[in-house]
């Protein structure tokens, strides 16, 4: 790639920046359709950032607004599917907002995690699952918020607060929509974060902060090692 | 009202005017409850305004991030019910989203309408519909954007353009979720506020504006004050 | 034009949404000018979009930030011109504030409109206008605020109401200075939008939604076909 | 004043902030028009601060968002008169913008000041005047842009950078309309707080900053003493 | 304490909210000083919020902006001090800053946490010490990032991230100063959180996300129980 | 250089001011690295500007949020050095904080200034010096705010006020250090900016301000001109 055509791409990434940077809904456009067709967009996938290019307006049309998605067929079990945010769907780029679909399996869980960028809103679409989130630190923090969601009941989760679901059936799946208050809210899971880091953080530095034996950080950090999936 | 009283309240219609005006999701604590159980928020209610008094943070519980519906029993049709925004749901307070399950009723639709603080991100759970929106003024502008969606297919509306939803079939109803980038995005339904304003626009100002003869703007005024439904 | 180019460009239209969901009006600079005589920004203009590339600082100079326009010459009647927004004025790039100066000929006026992202605040210079918004939709809402202004009254729009102003006098113009808070506020005209949109709105939901008969609908879509001005 | 009362007022102030703070345009309503018929406004205005309490909606009215000025009649000379901001014009609140008419006398300015939240956009009524702003600090800083206006020619002014403007002709006044990008710019007339402030600043500093005796420093400062008018 | 009281001191709160929420440093007065002195902020302490009640104008003065610290005689050893958030320092009231001074004793640490409202810079006074930050979840994400600091070196930690910092001297303490971009950057201890939330987060779920045995979870949570500091 | 990489060049200069509007401290990644190491650089700074090209994350590593600095090896005396903003520190693009140690040399200042874009906090380390600040125009405004801050000691001076700080001690030197909540606060040094400017503000205009004869105007800018240092 020539180096003209590189720090072009990489302007792209500070684009992307400065399009999260500012949370006001209200571009000085209609829209900037994310270009994702564009040859270059392989190259900014090669850098593992999507490209935030405004299409020409001439040539955008309803599909880039636009993303199917078979509510019959159940995404990936186990874990939550951000099924539209900008990296997926162009037309979002620079509004603010993004939705999920996600399939618990029966037992099911979405680990405990934060979204550092955006509030999530969750309705039920089928099943009965549990959704928690805890507070952070204050002289009363560290406290637990518990509630079991049936069809069609609605819970939100404050930006940057821990938080989990889960389904306790063993015998029936759980899908829900969930939407955030960013084009890419960003995702910490907590345990991954912790114990899977690579390079792994110090066992002494985790047995201060979890209160254990180093042995059992040891241990712990062995089972990322060995199945990390993220 | 005591005039102490309701310099307090009017205190709170300020509070959400500064709420509103800043977009960005991270507040000062990790939520704000809006205490619409209180006493003083049936006053505030008769003011067309909801509180936003944030509750005690040791009396906020689970319930206050929680919304049950059921999504078995439809919402009145022909029209959407935007089923928890900051009025109807106390958590969303600061949190910079909102939610609503709409129901179609067989032929029903939305009519044209802007959000003016709000992204709009729809998906759609039974049914098929139809979606448009019409970009603002510019050489190529007042362009219509139309889409046919399904089961589970997704959809945005950029914040504050013209657009409309409706359901094409004679038998089935239409379910869709969707979701605002804003706590309370404000609605301007463009026939009720152009022909149904109390009291009503100049006739010979629409007469221009629509390049039709007075008569058909007085006439279709007339519609509007004899079945106005807002 | 080479495809390295292209996305150039294309970058910048990225560069005008970002400048401009950031509302806040301190850039990291004292400015940055919008390098409209650049040899490029015929491509972007092509792309019906203005460039908004800073000029090197060092080329900088105070006629960046001047324009000059003859209050004796009134602009084209009937409609406002907005004289200085950012798209004619390289100066205000990123810096959150436009000027109109607005001609109405006897009888003219300026259609009931929205912009989706700025307030206005209108002062008269010569002769006597009325201006008028409406509320959005609330249990009161759709409620016509009108005022009759003469030289020199202030009057302001808030953001995104449907609003309009004409000239009610036979044989006098009226000339106002109309200030908004965006570099670029947009505007849709909402006769132009809904009955004017390329393709049209279907007639069966505008019937419905203005409560008239779909050929009344035909007519009105006809009448702007034929003469169009936008 | 009761404690209550007292508590409720300084709540105010708290607004106040908040609402400035938030540069985003767009309220949770349509608009938070500022209570200054209300008896407390008159002890806050004591406290030296408007008080931005939201009028009961019901109760607000067109000449909420009108000001009545006189064109003909000058305002008083030699310095600007800002003629709308938030704290004369109650509609403004929230709004995010402001509007000045300036009258300079023959020979009359308006000295060297910076508008803190605010950019200025300029337009000439009437008369020819002298406009100059002056940059940051960099290597290139300090620089001084100078232009000439005539009736209709319109200026901006960066936000935050030193600027003035003045009247070189003896016989002609010189009227403006100004808009500023907030609905309370605030401003720092240089002079008169670097050498009016109360109480003076050290002459050993302003000597050391200016490069003068500190005998000249005693002496400007002596003039201010004598006749400072702000 | 009255409903009325209440309800007004409540209404603090939400200020406290509204006045994090915008981002912006430009307040609509110079500044907003939070009354901490006045009687109500002992229930406002007691509801473990602070006030934000500003200050007449008139009674601020320099102390207001100032706060005494002795940097020879160290805070508590182990965990940082925050010494001077808008809850410690009532000038910092929508000033969008804060500081602190963080001691670490021989071997002390600082255990992984996040500030969800804030970006972190930090610079050592005294001593060698070891900062770490793990980024957010992508196909490279949770990659450890590593640094030693001497006197003099400074650090940022990126808003969101975990992060943490180690005294690995076995004599010698660390002094260090750190900047935050909030009044008020809140901080979520990772270990404390998920093992020490109240009520307990269920082993089940834990035992899951940690990939042990729910044995350990237990047992990791047993220790929170008894010997919990935050 | 040619004409494509010119643009792309000034691309970045638009990104400056596109991230700097922004003050949102929540980017779209966890974070933007500025790519100073590119050759494309040299050329930027050259063009007085920091590029704020994002590194490709992928090359980003600890040392890109590091800055060696020496406490023990004062830097020059007499006026602040801002040690660490974005231009130095190409970590802080994007994350809203600076940081800054200044040295006072016996007897030495930092003359009236502003930082037009940050609020500044500052923590002394060694010795004792005075801090000043005067506020904005009002009835009550241009008020000095005054104090003495010895080891330890934090002090904060708002957004966008003048205000300096001097050390009264004839054989001891000071150490501080400086926080601001922007990654580029930006300065104007008052007396450089009006005494000091290229051109030079007009003595006309100078003498009214400044309330002296045209003559001492003349010999303190000449005074400038001769012994010009920023």
């Not at 590189?6 to 992307?16: I, T």
């Not at 000085?28 to 950032?49: E, G, N």
């Not at 995404?75 to 539209?84: A, H, I, L, N």
């Not at 390079?199 to 712990?220: E, H, M, N, R, Y």
Request: charged fraction near 15%.
């Amino acid at each position: 790639m020539a180096p003209a055509t590189y720090f072009l791409l990489v302007s792209f990434l500070a684009l992307v920046t400065s399009q999260a940077i500012a949370s006001d809904p209200s571009p000085l456009q209609d829209f900037c359709v994310d270009d994702i067709h564009s040859p270059d967009m392989h190259a900014l996938t090669l850098m593992k950032v999507s490209g935030f290019v405004c299409k020409d307006p001439m040539a955008v049309n309803a599909d880039d607004f636009f993303k199917a998605a078979n509510l019959d067929k159940p995404s990936d079990t186990m874990k939550s599917k951000v099924g539209s945010n900008v990296m997926q769907f162009p037309g979002l780029n620079t509004l603010g907002i993004s939705l999920a679909r996600i399939d618990y399996a029966p037992l099911g869980q979405n680990s405990p995690h934060t979204h550092p960028r955006a509030t999530e809103i969750i309705t039920v679409l089928e099943g009965t699952f549990h959704v928690r989130f805890v507070t952070s630190n204050t002289d009363n923090g560290n406290k637990l918020f518990a509630k079991v969601l049936n069809k069609g009941d609605v819970f939100v989760f404050p930006q940057g607060v821990i938080h989990f679901q889960f389904n306790p059936i063993r015998d029936k799946p759980v899908v829900a929509i969930a939407a955030l208050s960013s084009q890419n809210p960003g995702a910490i899971t907590i345990a991954n974060a912790v114990f899977g880091s690579k390079p792994p953080i110090s066992g002494d530095v985790l047995a201060k902060a979890f209160q254990v034996q180093k042995g059992t950080i040891d241990w712990l950090q062995a089972q990322f090692r060995e199945n990390n999936h993220y």
